[in-house]
């Protein structure tokens, strides 16, 4: 049943087993899961099914630096659906690796195997409506796939790996009327979670304290809680909820909202390639159930432990957008209306240099040689992607010149100073405090990205494939530029065995509390190379079977029950 947490009575005390805070991929996840397992599900949506300003304004906090990451406003929605209401819909598994201890990232290795999440990854594929198949190029297209270049890459380097491409999927559009449905659920809009009680050894949640926007309060009383609130709303709830452990649940050894992670991201590079500009794979490619696919390159696992290098993926992309030499109408396009795109999208092409009336001049020439270019992308983009209910994915442009940058999505490693923290005296509407981010990166993530480009750059020339070249001068502002990747809010409540440098164990429970979990990209204690949605629903769906289990004594299907 979906409800308006405002018809509920004033002072109201619900009782469930199961109370979600939160209703973002994670939180739809786990209450989708749970829908059969015959507990009753009491689940907490910040904010309303459409967006609404004055729930959206309960984000706002400050920066420590605005140029390294955006206000913590950005790249959330307080909606039901979450962020989902406004990704992209890229879905990548973590590798192998990413698991594992690794002397080129500190405080690596997770507290459980990759088998123990890669078991999930089809039904969280399935749940991101990103189709059924696999992440190799030979088991998503088929063993007749063409390669990515013309000649297979050398040893270090593999061309197989694909990202998978959801609608993307609104989790709160697409599953409201499944949990609508479900008998033994209570979605609550319009609820935010304001304070976690605890009983007074601070062992066990007593209730959880919830508010709406017009003045309601009221209270949840379960057996067990999950917090889904997101990699930045998690640690500030945690840190905020400190009547018995004055520094915050879970924060004994001042961990809470540290370890704090994105991915350093951006276009860098020339690869000049050999043979015809058709040669090369670069777009996007159907799977048979017509999912959208792209290939990605990336060092072998053996490689990167060889290098001494933190994981990285790259992308063939087009040259960078203020460079009027690309010959691109489209791009030209792109650049001259840079600063009337959207927050998300003008933070990739907005912060170019300003070189005057002659690159204008460049760039409106570039638009008035290729018209017909133009015409044709934007045709394609409203067909294909504004009014589409599959969604092309992203600008993928003709190549005249056979030359391409690479995108890079890159692993950071877990910095103590790198975190999120409380605002003193200054609250929200709610009276909840505001959090200050200060995103940091290290030294050593450039310089394993340096070393990663320079196998590739080995790899194409060796396989005949072209020639790459980059600055490594400009490689630290080329990742930096734009700050921290987007919504990517990682390992602020992260995973481990030891609780000084841990929030929760491998069964996502706060470490000094019972009843309490995470649920989300927060967990993570290491970012990998990956956007995180994908492995966080298949995480909740490992939490679903395994509250399932303690609270019902019975297994539960987490895949089954989702189908």
């Known amino acids: 049943m979906i409800d308006s947490a405002d018809a509920l009575e004033g002072s109201s005390v619900l009782q469930s087993d199961v109370c979600i805070v939160g209703a973002g991929a994670a939180g739809i996840t786990l209450a989708l899961a749970l829908q059969d397992s015959g507990l009753n599900v009491v689940m907490l949506a910040g904010g309303a099914e459409h967006i609404d300003k004055a729930a959206q304004d309960l984000y706002a906090g400050e920066v420590a630096d605005p140029a390294m990451h955006s206000l913590p406003i950005f790249y959330r929605q307080r909606r039901f659906g979450g962020s989902t209401t406004i990704w992209g819909g890229r879905c990548v598994p973590l590798d192998p690796q990413d698991f ?9 290795g997770w507290p459980i195997t990759y088998e123990d999440v890669a078991k999930h990854y089809p039904a969280a594929t399935s749940l991101c409506e990103a189709g059924s198949g696999g992440y190799q190029a030979g088991d998503a297209l088929g063993p007749g796939a063409p390669p990515l270049f013309g000649a297979p890459l050398s040893g270090d380097v593999s061309a197989e790996g694909l ?26 809009m319009g609820a935010h979670g304001v304070d976690i009680a605890l009983n007074e050894s601070g062992s066990q949640v007593r209730e959880v304290a919830a508010a709406t926007l017009s003045g309601k309060r009221f209270s949840v009383k379960s057996r067990a809680v999950v917090l889904a609130a997101g990699g930045l709303e998690t640690p500030r709830l945690l840190l905020a909820s400190n009547r018995v452990h004055r520094q915050g649940i879970g924060n004994s050894y001042d961990v809470v909202g540290r370890y704090y992670m994105c991915h350093l991201a951006g276009s860098v590079g020339s690869l000049t390639l050999c043979g015809a500009p058709n040669g090369v794979r670069h777009g996007y490619e159907l799977t048979s159930d017509g999912i959208y696919c792209r290939r990605r390159l990336a060092l072998t696992a053996q490689a990167q432990h060889r290098l001494g290098v933190a994981n990285m993926v790259a992308r063939l992309h087009f040259p960078s957008v203020s460079d009027a030499s690309h010959g691109s109408s489209v791009l030209s396009g792109i650049f001259l209306v840079r600063n009337l795109l959207s927050h998300e999208y003008s933070r990739r092409v907005a912060n170019v240099e300003d070189r005057g009336l002659a690159l204008y001049l460049r760039h409106l020439a570039n638009v ?3 018209p017909h270019d133009a015409i044709g992308f934007l045709t394609h983009w409203m067909f294909r992607h504004n009014l589409a209910s599959r969604r092309f994915p992203s600008v993928i442009l003709k190549n005249r010149t056979n030359r391409f940058s690479l995108e890079v999505n890159a692993e950071q490693v877990p910095l103590a100073e790198s975190r999120v923290t409380l605002l003193q005296g200054q609250t929200d509407a709610l009276g909840l405090s505001k959090i200050r981010v200060d995103w940091r990166y290290a030294a050593s993530d ?19 494939i ?10 630290e502002h080329d990742l930096t530029c734009f700050g921290a990747y987007g919504g990517h809010h990682i390992g602020t409540v992260r995973m ?3 609780p000084r440098t841990s929030v929760v164990n491998a069964d996502c429970r706060v470490h000094e509390v019972d009843n309490l979990y995470v649920a989300g990209s927060a967990v993570f204690p290491t970012s990998g190379q990956a956007n995180p949605t994908l492995t966080l629903v298949a995480l909740s769906l490992r939490l679903a079977e395994r509250l399932g289990q303690q609270l019902t004594g019975r297994p539960l299907d987490a895949a089954a029950a989702v189908a």
């Open 466 to 475: 072209g020639r790459f070249t980059f600055d490594e001068a400009r490689l």
């Open 446 to 464: 450039i310089r394993s990205v340096g070393i990663t480009l320079r196998a590739f750059a080995r790899s194409f020339e060796q396989s005949g």
């Open 496 to 498: 481990g065995t030891n």
């Open 163 to 188: 990202e998978r491409f959801s609608c993307p999927t609104d989790f709160g559009a697409r599953y409201r009327a499944r949990l609508s449905a479900a008998k033994n659920l209570l979605v609550l």
């Open 368 to 370: 008035a040689r290729y």
């Open 100 to 108: 594992e201890p690794r002397a080129a990232v500190p405080l690596s």
